[in-house]
């Protein structure tokens, strides 16, 4: 007997809730990271922290070498899991391990055994840097294996959309990654201990995802496995996803590589610690990106396209409201930011990239819901297309304006590919998925930018009056809050009005801060 199909989940609710817990957790990485950042920075040397910023952005080629077969595995057990394909499921995550654990050998050695002229490429540094090469590189390869185990055992709980488990294990790792360094310099300890403390962190990472994967689905099998089929499906779904991955890991890892080749390692910690504000403010990328992949891809094997039109609008609205405010902040106050969270010559150094970057990571999160809606419709290759053209834009300016222009190069070669490339991608994946542009452009986009340009002016009027720390987190505070007001009374309906009290009511419920209320 055939197992009974439920109705499709409602949208609106399911979208909240998760997004909602997604922010819980990477909004305390942010806080961690804001705070523990400078005296990382300031303790180790631009230098060091160079290595170290090198070293983490080696982890994040994992997302490329796991050949896209993470993102394959969390659509199909999305699909699979609601009509209990038990076999199925155990046989695609047998492959996907034991593929990604032969392809994270094969990149562990082609790190370890060439490290000698990789070491001279690009960690080019005083001697004190030399002596710690070798071992950083070591690092690296380990801490990439590691990534790639982790990209793989933390799509299942993910694909079950259990956020919570998801943000409870990026909350530990993410404190350990932040808190680690802080406490090991504190007790004497240098550079080298700091770099083991990002390839615990995965560890961390990955025992603890195998432990719930194997819970939410007690048929999981860990020992490797090989199956034909379940390797076919999952490639013919992810080559696309790989060249996506390679086109994104151009854009987004390799201007840190093109940087040291043609600059001192201080340039890579200048540029990074820029770069990495603005990603980590960009909470609302993966935090909503994670909720719609595995809801659309549910929601697309079970033929319910409007449903799906109504995941995509409402997701894409409430990707721009979250990370509209923060990238508004990048643009308007960069120097302020920069010399009271790290030092003048931090500053001086990197406002403008800092401004150039908001921008950019503002237009790359706009194309996110479009990319895992596409994906979930099963139509990869459409965001892989815009990914190629995006990559190859990137690298030509990032060859013809980091020579001449230094840091300020890097991130205009960032800038620029996203604002030619993204509203032709969202244009385009619209019309061939048969929704709405024009609901996507006034709900997602208009009223957003009506809100935030009052909080422009508020900041950038108001700057000359900050001189300290705590007043430039009052005014950033006192800008989200206005935007916060604005986009509730202009930018929200009705509807998410009522639905974002109805989530507090039932937290309040859950706290036991209030009774639920009675039936009429």
């Not at 990002?198 to 194997?214: D, Q």
């Not at 990370?323 to 960069?334: D, E, H, K, Q, Y």
């Not at 340009?453 to 108001?462: D, E, I, R």
């Not at 998410?496 to 309040?508: A, G, H, N, P, Q």
Request: charged share 10%; proline share 5%; hydrophobic share 55%.
């Amino acid at each position: 007997m055939s197992n009974p199909q439920p109705s499709p989940p409602g949208v609106g609710r399911r979208l909240f809730s998760n997004t909602i817990l997604n922010f819980g957790g990477q909004g305390l990485i942010l806080i961690l990271t804001f705070a523990t950042a400078p005296f990382t920075v300031h303790h180790l040397g631009a230098e060091f922290f160079g290595i170290v910023a090198l070293v983490q952005t080696v982890a994040g080629f994992a997302g490329f070498l796991n050949l896209g077969i993470g993102r394959a595995l969390t659509k199909y057990i999305s699909e699979l899991y609601w009509k209990s394909e038990w076999n199925q499921i155990n046989d695609l995550f047998r492959t996907a391990w034991t593929t990604c654990i032969a392809v994270g050998l094969l990149g562990l050695s082609l790190l370890i055994v060439p490290r000698q002229a990789i070491g001279e490429a690009f960690f080019r540094g005083g001697p004190e840097v030399s002596s710690v090469i070798g071992y950083a590189i070591f690092v690296a390869g380990f801490g990439l294996f590691s990534s790639m185990l982790l990209e793989v055992i933390s799509s299942v709980p993910g694909a079950l959309q259990r956020f919570d488990l998801v943000n409870s294990v990026n909350i530990l790792t993410g404190v350990v990654r932040c808190l680690g360094p802080v406490i090991l310099i504190k007790l004497g300890y240098g550079v080298r201990s700091v770099l083991v403390v990002n390839l615990l962190s995965n560890l961390i990472g990955v025992a603890v995802f195998a432990y719930l994967s194997h819970n939410l689905i007690p048929a999981l099998r860990f020992l490797p496995g090989f199956s034909p089929l379940a390797f076919r499906r999952l490639i013919g779904f992810s080559f696309p996803l790989l060249v996506s991955a390679l086109a994104a890991l151009i854009v987004t890892r390799v201007d840190r590589f093109i940087l040291a080749y043609y600059l001192p390692l201080a340039a890579i910690t200048f540029y990074t610690l820029p770069y990495s504000l603005s990603e980590k403010l960009a909470v609302g990328v993966s935090s909503i990106a994670a909720v719609v992949y595995p809801f659309a891809s549910e929601l697309h094997s079970r033929e319910a396209h409007e449903k799906l039109e109504e995941l995509y609008v409402r997701a894409s609205k409430l990707l721009v409201l979250v990370t509209l405010p923060f990238m508004t902040l990048l643009v308007a106050i960069p120097f302020p930011i920069l010399r009271l969270w790290l030092g003048q010559e931090y500053a001086i150094q990197g406002a403008v990239p800092l401004a150039l970057l908001g921008a950019a990571t503002f237009l790359s999160a706009m194309s996110a819901v479009s990319t895992v809606t596409a994906l979930g419709a099963g139509r990869a290759w459409m965001p892989a297309g815009f990914a190629i053209g995006s990559s190859v834009i990137n690298l030509i300016a990032n060859f013809a304006l980091i020579p001449r222009y230094g840091i300020i190069g890097a991130a205009m070669g960032a800038l620029v590919p996203q604002a030619i490339v993204v509203p032709f991608f969202i244009y385009k994946t619209t019309q061939d998925l048969r929704f709405s542009l024009r609901g996507v452009l006034m709900d997602s986009l208009c009223r957003p930018l009506l809100c935030a340009l009052p909080q422009f002016a508020f900041l950038y009027f108001l700057q000359g009056f900050v001189t300290n720390l705590f007043q430039l987190m009052a005014l950033s505070a006192s800008s989200l809050i206005l935007f916060g007001i604005l986009a509730f009374f202009v930018a929200a309906s009705r509807q998410e009005r009522r639905e974002l009290f109805s989530f507090v009511d039932r937290k309040k419920v859950a706290l036991g801060w209030s009774v639920p209320a009675e039936p009429k």
